[in-house]
Structures are given as structure tokens and as C-alpha cells.
């Protein structure tokens, strides 16, 4: 089971980086460097939770996200997807600090067939970086 762990400080409050960790629009495919528009779906989204399938080409999930600003954390778990199993998540925790928020994630994957795995395999190599790029991309660190 592959974890990547990270964090990263931004100057964006709490509320301002969950909004973006949270924004399910258009603007996300621009964010998120993972994330192509044609694959993104909202299947529901209200205060604190949403169901959204994102993804590109070679890899896409659905995904069930919930979050607690008074908590400053996201979860989102994998319900479907083309390489990843249940049990696969990202969690987000946002921590307030005196210039910003330091944001941490955790993210988990579980492989689902043999291109999951293989993937998987390459995470705890090029994860940290590929995962602290995307991050820094979507708080528009970069």
C-alpha cells in the first residue's frame, strides 16, 4: 500500500485553501494539473461533501469528498476508478500558521490491476515530488 506524505506552506488562509482543494468548477481543471475538464463529472456537491469523478486519460477515479473548515480537513475517498481500489484516499489537513496555512496531505492508493500497481509502485519514488508539485500548482505556488 503506497502512501506519500507532504506538506507545503501557502499564504493562503485556511478558508481560502479550502476553497480551492474544494472547488469542483471549471477553474479546477486549471488548478489541478491531474485533473482534465472532459473528465471531470459532479455527480453532487452541497455544504461539506461532494461526489465528483476527475481524473485525465491515463488515470481517473470517482471520488467522495467530505470536509469540516472548523476542523480544516478533507477526506477523499475512491468509490471507482480505472487503476485505483477502494480503500484509496487523500487526506488534507489544513493548519493555520502565522503567514498562512501549512497544508498537509496524506494520500493512499491502493492498486486496483496491474497498471494500479505498477503506479503504485513508482509513488513512494517520484510521489513526494509529483504530488508536492501538484499541491503547490493548485495554491498557485509556483
Known sequence: MPVVSVEVSSPLSPAEALR???DFGPS????WPGVDLSRLVVHQAGDGHADVTE???TTWERVTYDWDEATGTVTARTTDSNVWAEGS???YRLTPVENGTLVGVRLERHGKNLKGKLIGALL?????KVVTD????????T
Open 124 to 128: 513512494p519514488l517520484l510521489g513526494t
Open 28 to 31: 479546477r481543471a486549471e488548478a
Open 20 to 22: 480551492v482543494i474544494t
Open 89 to 91: 484516499r487523500w487526506d
Open 55 to 57: 481524473g485525465n486519460d
Open 134 to 141: 501538484s499541491l503547490r500548482s493548485a495554491l498557485r505556488l
